[in-house]
């Protein structure tokens, strides 16, 4: 069943997806692989697959997408980020997701490679995630969706701004938001009131991202901008430099007390953030499950 019509036909299910990315390197693949024998037998309704922007990466998202929906047969979204390329670039690629059975494509922008002196920008690269979304929509008969910043994109004019552009996305075929990582839910609740307010109906799902190491929890939060509540930069304080696993730990309750809160709001899913990783969304669900929250 394609994404879109999951979230349409869930009723009072939140619909839980789990986001992976290629991995780069031999060992990268290996562990991966351990990950989604992990992942594919934990609570889910679908999987996704980012998109490296300016498709430098695009073979290896496309031999993720073929592992887990042809190998594993799974339910896949595949990802575009549509920054630098040029319509047939963009045809390619999503000739190549129809020819390989995707249903829904998430339609994002994506960032400027950093420190990539290779990277050039088709002089007809489309501006937006809008744009994008609309070229795709005029062509082809995916099911779309589309990012929403519950705390404002990094580079908004202002949140306010922001919530248009989600309300544009719509109108241009997104049929439902994934949202940013945060860690205050407040910033959820309010964003989705604002989006409701200005005529955004579509189902709009919270991001989670679980903390895995404080190092790229730094690096994300540079680059994502989601800010970190006091509690939670004191939580991290209290523990010592060296205890890897007493981060993941503190990670993982907090994104389960997080995701407890969001399903008793009654949030129509759950998008986490794997980063690759399994343990930590694992025992999230499990606990979730078991609490009968899922
Ligand atoms: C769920 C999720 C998944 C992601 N997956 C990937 C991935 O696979 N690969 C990747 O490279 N990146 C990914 N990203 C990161 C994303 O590409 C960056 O956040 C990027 O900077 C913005 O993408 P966007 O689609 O939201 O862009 P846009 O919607 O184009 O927004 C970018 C900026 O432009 C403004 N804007 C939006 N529309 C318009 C308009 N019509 N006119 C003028 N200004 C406008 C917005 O306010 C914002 O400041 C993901 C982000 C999220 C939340």
């Given at each position: ?83 630098g ?5 963009l ?6 997701f ?28 489309l501006?937006h ?9 005029d062509?082809?008969d ?29 109108d ?18 309010d964003y ?64 389960t007390?997080q ?9 129509p899913?759950?998008?986490?953030y ?21």
């Amino acid at each position: 069943m394609s994404v879109a019509n999951l979230y349409k036909d869930a009723g009072d299910k939140p619909i839980i997806s789990f986001e992976f990315f290629r991995a780069k390197t031999e060992k990268a693949e290996q562990n991966l692989e351990k990950v989604l024998d992990l992942l594919s037998e934990t609570k889910h309704d679908y999987m996704s697959v980012t998109f490296g922007a300016g498709g430098s990466t695009r073979e290896g998202s496309y031999e993720l997408i073929d592992k887990l929906k042809n190998d594993r047969g799974l339910n896949v979204v595949a990802y575009i980020a549509g920054i630098g390329l040029g319509p047939d670039d963009l045809t390619e690629v999503l000739d190549k997701f129809k020819n390989q059975g995707i249903e829904t494509v998430f339609v994002i922008q994506g960032d400027e490679p950093q420190g990539d002196v290779a990277f050039q920008s088709h002089p007809d690269a489309l501006a937006h995630a809008t744009d994008l979304l609309a070229f795709i929509k005029d062509r082809y008969d995916f099911r779309l969706g589309a990012a929403g910043y519950p705390e404002g994109h990094i580079n908004a004019e202002s949140l306010e701004k922001d919530i248009e552009y989600a309300k544009l996305k719509q109108d241009n075929g997104a049929e439902y938001i994934v949202a940013q990582y945060f860690y205050d839910n407040r910033f959820f609740y309010d964003y989705v009131d604002r989006c409701r307010a200005i005529g955004v109906t579509i189902p709009i799902i919270p991001g989670i991202m679980p903390i895995y190491t404080v190092k790229l929890l730094e690096i994300l939060t540079s680059v994502c901008g989601s800010s970190l509540p006091d509690d939670v930069r004191n939580g991290l304080d209290s523990i010592p430099a060296d205890d890897k696993e007493g981060v993941v730990q503190f990670g993982i309750e907090l994104a389960t007390q997080q995701c407890r809160e969001l399903l008793k709001h009654g949030v129509p899913g759950l998008h986490f953030y794997t980063m690759n990783r399994g343990k930590s969304v694992n025992g999230i669900v499990n606990t979730l499950q078991n609490e009968g929250l899922l």
